[in-house]
């Protein structure tokens, strides 16, 4: 086999495409990722790239040309000629690196917990009106690493993910991150906050701790005969949100619910 780094253009992967004669089907979201990758200027050169047999058919790295020629911007790709006939089988049969691999490769604790947390930062960062869930909601592993360097006092706050998870069933990534961002927006000492809604000590009818700790556990409460409803990060970091905005401006809460289509509301700041 022979490899040279080529800058593909947009003209010369739909070239390259047309030599596609034994690839697997083509995943559209596969291709739209790498495309937002190359848009982003995120891609760079590795030993993966685009493969041609030795009789000229190319065997690898259909999703990165079509991805270039959606992104319609060059990029730099390693280009492997004279690959032997046979080789398709073992292409692509180990596993994906997801964000918690490359936290963990990092040296980071918890990075399962962590990348899902950074995760949710990110998505409140970029996405507040819009699904957390789905094809459409992916968070690159360059935009979680990115994302912590942006925000490395995330890490401390994986204990009081658990904390508040144990202590009122919410999600431990959700209410990790959330926890993060109330602290990052506040100027005050939150330990009320987290005692609250934790502890429950000395709480009253119409303190929003109160409230949003019935709340997370009725969610985790299984009714007779029903299966367990649904959890979604989305959810829980609004209703989070929305129990601490109520605590940190002195309002009474009543009632205390999700709208899936209104945006995740912003922190509050005063109190």
Known sequence: MRSTVQTITPKKAQEYLEHNTANRPLSGRTVRDFAQAMRRGEWRVTHQGIAFDTTGALVDGQHRLAAIVEADVPVEVTVFSEVPEGAFDVLDTGKRRNAADVLAIEGEKSAVMLAAMVRTVWLYENR????????????????IVQTLLQHPKLRDFIGVGEQIAAATGMIKSAAGAASYLVTAASRRDLSPWFDGIIESTGLVKGDPRLHFRRVMFAHTRKQAGQPMRRRETREHVTLYLKAFNAWATDTPLTQLKYVPREPVPPVATHR
């Open 128 to 143: 507040p009106e819009l699904n957390w869930s789905g094809g459409d909601a992916g968070v690159s592993n360059h935009q």
